[in-house]
């Protein structure tokens, strides 16, 4: 073994939950160690979506102003085109924040911003191209991890491993831990499209099949939900995607006839959880308890509100002794309540997504409530901007 690491707390997995965690921990006053495996936050497949709930966080951690100052967009209502009506979805306006927007910002930067926070205290450290391998059990209990980073293998010792390593974990498995589907996945196709001066789309068109356009300034990121398994990247799937998005949006089926079939990237989203979130000495959050569907695109919330609730709960304990799984139970408690309601929605929300009808079919039923009680999308806008059980540092 090359490298051997003694902390308090070792966190597998730089994405949102990892990071916040992280920085949280080290606010505290505690050694901590995010593992990542890749050099940099540069992948594009990530959500980008920043809502009241987390902008309120930073503002609590006084990370606000460094937020705003990164490239994003605002986004105060959640509107949705059905076959060519609009209807506002979620309405932000009316909420108890200091941000009433959602906002877009590409996830590297918000990632760098949550690094560059956290690096300014000196119990963090951030481990690059450090990819987690296993854990370490002793005794029964879990008491670090083993990875290989630039400089070959090494061993982290913790008193306490949280595994945020998202929806494709590897570590809970060897901690004996195994996700349960809550429902049928659907896949998304992510291609970007090139944008002209001035050019704009609604947020999400439905009706026909389902697209969203994500404005990233110079060009549009598209995502295009599909059923889970239909894709198989033949050129037919791509003549099949082509003449879908006419229909759904003639103007982005236009734009889209020069893609090609390496410019279309098949993401897979799934939609599980863990029964039990720990065992002795590990804790699960983010997306590794939780496979989030990006309906909602609340994902990322429900991961930074899972690590303000562990480091709320684990902090004052780890300050004093070893955290138990009575502790660690404690932090599962707190926050499996609003990862089943969001995860309820988010599956009744996956047949509209994917329904196709005839343009001069009626609007499905829950479109026509919200069109006919327009104040309805103050009370979505209260769900998908806070979420069901909204987080604070204290
Ligand atoms: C197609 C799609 C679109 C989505 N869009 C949105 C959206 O717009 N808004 C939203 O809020 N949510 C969205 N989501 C959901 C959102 O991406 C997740 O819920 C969120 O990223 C979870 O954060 P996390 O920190 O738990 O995990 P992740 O973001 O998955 O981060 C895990 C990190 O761990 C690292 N890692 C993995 N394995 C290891 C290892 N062995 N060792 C070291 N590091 C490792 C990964 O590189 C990654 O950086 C979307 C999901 C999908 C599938």
């Given at each position: 073994m090359d490298t051997r690491i003694e902390t308090d707390v070792v966190i597998a997995?730089?994405?949102?939950?990892g990071l916040m965690l992280g920085l949280l921990l080290a606010r505290r006053g505690l050694?901590?160690?995010?593992?990542?495996?890749?050099?940099?936050?540069?992948?594009?497949?990530?959500?980008?979506?920043?809502?009241?709930?987390?902008?309120?966080?930073?503002?609590?951690?006084?990370?606000?102003?460094?937020?705003?100052?990164?490239?994003?967009?605002?986004?105060?209502?959640?509107?949705?085109?059905?076959?060519?009506?609009?209807?506002?979805?979620?309405?932000?306006?009316r909420l108890p924040t200091r941000r009433k927007v959602m906002s877009f910002m590409p996830q590297w930067d918000f990632l760098d911003m949550l690094a560059d926070a956290a690096a300014r205290y000196d119990g963090f450290r951030l481990l690059r191209s450090t990819r987690v391998d296993d854990v370490i059990r002793e005794s029964g209990r879990i008491v670090g991890v083993t990875a290989t980073g630039p400089e070959g293998r090494a061993e982290i010792r913790a008193r306490l491993v949280v595994d945020a390593s998202g929806r494709d974990s590897t570590l809970r498995g060897g901690a004996g831990l195994a996700p349960v589907g809550v429902a049928?996945?659907?896949?998304?196709?992510?291609?970007r499209l090139p944008k002209q001066a001035g050019e704009t789309h609604p947020f999400v068109q439905a009706g026909?099949?389902?697209?969203?356009?994500?404005?990233?300034?110079?060009?549009?990121?598209?995502?295009?939900?599909?059923p889970a398994g239909s894709w198989t990247g033949t050129p037919d799937d791509l003549a099949r995607m082509k003449q879908r998005l006419l229909r759904i949006s003639p103007r982005i089926g236009a734009a889209a006839a020069d893609v090609q079939l390496d410019g279309v990237h098949l993401l897979r989203v799934r939609l599980e959880r863990l029964r039990r979130w720990y065992v002795d000495g590990m804790l699960c959050i983010g997306d590794a308890a939780h496979a989030m569907s990006p309906a909602g695109g609340v994902g990322i919330n429900l991961a930074i509100q899972d690590a303000v609730a562990t480091a709320r709960i684990l902090g004052p304990v780890l300050r004093k002794r070893n955290p138990r799984p009575a502790d660690l139970r404690r932090v599962q408690r707190r926050r499996m309540w609003p990862v089943v309601v969001t995860q309820a929605v988010q599956r009744a929300m996956q047949r509209p997504l994917l329904a196709t009808s005839p343009s001069d079919a009626p609007l499905p039923r829950p479109l026509r409530t919200m069109r006919r009680h327009p104040a309805l999308a103050h009370l979505t806008g209260r769900f998908v901007g806070l979420g069901a059980r909204p987080e604070h540092l204290v």
């Amino acid at each position: 073994m090359d490298t051997r690491i003694e902390t308090d707390v070792v966190i597998a997995g730089g994405g949102p939950a990892g990071l916040m965690l992280g920085l949280l921990l080290a606010r505290r006053g505690l050694d901590v160690a995010v593992l990542e495996k890749h050099a940099d936050f540069l992948r594009d497949f990530r959500g980008d979506t920043i809502h009241p709930s987390t902008q309120e966080l930073l503002g609590e951690l006084g990370l606000l102003d460094e937020f705003l100052a990164r490239p994003h967009a605002d986004m105060p209502r959640i509107t949705l085109s059905w076959h060519g009506t609009v209807l506002t979805m979620a309405d932000f306006r009316r909420l108890p924040t200091r941000r009433k927007v959602m906002s877009f910002m590409p996830q590297w930067d918000f990632l760098d911003m949550l690094a560059d926070a956290a690096a300014r205290y000196d119990g963090f450290r951030l481990l690059r191209s450090t990819r987690v391998d296993d854990v370490i059990r002793e005794s029964g209990r879990i008491v670090g991890v083993t990875a290989t980073g630039p400089e070959g293998r090494a061993e982290i010792r913790a008193r306490l491993v949280v595994d945020a390593s998202g929806r494709d974990s590897t570590l809970r498995g060897g901690a004996g831990l195994a996700p349960v589907g809550v429902a049928a996945a659907m896949d998304v196709l992510w291609f970007r499209l090139p944008k002209q001066a001035g050019e704009t789309h609604p947020f999400v068109q439905a009706g026909a099949g389902m697209i969203i356009a994500i404005d990233r300034d110079d060009f549009f990121q598209i995502a295009h939900v599909i059923p889970a398994g239909s894709w198989t990247g033949t050129p037919d799937d791509l003549a099949r995607m082509k003449q879908r998005l006419l229909r759904i949006s003639p103007r982005i089926g236009a734009a889209a006839a020069d893609v090609q079939l390496d410019g279309v990237h098949l993401l897979r989203v799934r939609l599980e959880r863990l029964r039990r979130w720990y065992v002795d000495g590990m804790l699960c959050i983010g997306d590794a308890a939780h496979a989030m569907s990006p309906a909602g695109g609340v994902g990322i919330n429900l991961a930074i509100q899972d690590a303000v609730a562990t480091a709320r709960i684990l902090g004052p304990v780890l300050r004093k002794r070893n955290p138990r799984p009575a502790d660690l139970r404690r932090v599962q408690r707190r926050r499996m309540w609003p990862v089943v309601v969001t995860q309820a929605v988010q599956r009744a929300m996956q047949r509209p997504l994917l329904a196709t009808s005839p343009s001069d079919a009626p609007l499905p039923r829950p479109l026509r409530t919200m069109r006919r009680h327009p104040a309805l999308a103050h009370l979505t806008g209260r769900f998908v901007g806070l979420g069901a059980r909204p987080e604070h540092l204290v």
